[in-house]
């Protein structure tokens, strides 16, 4: 039997957040979700299962690295993917407002 679970590859599912668009948390695929942390699952909403797939460091994503994600997953047991624009606003927010020395 082959095992899908190893530092180089993971069995995961793939939910997709009732409350925000393009929301998605990765998980190692045997693992239940009423095990993640009650405030992430606050804020995400009701996940709804997306998809299953084999994730290798080579498997290309849209948004991250699948490196990335295998790392989060064996660390905290999940990835989460925020949306585009929020991760945009985050950067934004730390920039320095403008005054006389930054334009």
Known sequence: MTDYMSDQK???SVYKSSRK???YIY???KQELKELPEGLLTVFGEPQ???DLILTPS????R???DRVLADIAEKGFFLQMPPAENEAAV????????SLHG
């Open 10 to 12: 993971r069995f995961c």
């Open 21 to 23: 668009a393009e929301m």
């Open 27 to 29: 998980v190692d695929r």
């Open 49 to 51: 299962h997306v998809l």
């Open 59 to 62: 498997k290309k994503l849209a």
């Open 64 to 66: 991250v690295t699948a």
């Open 92 to 99: 934004s927010d730390l920039s320095p407002p403008p005054d």
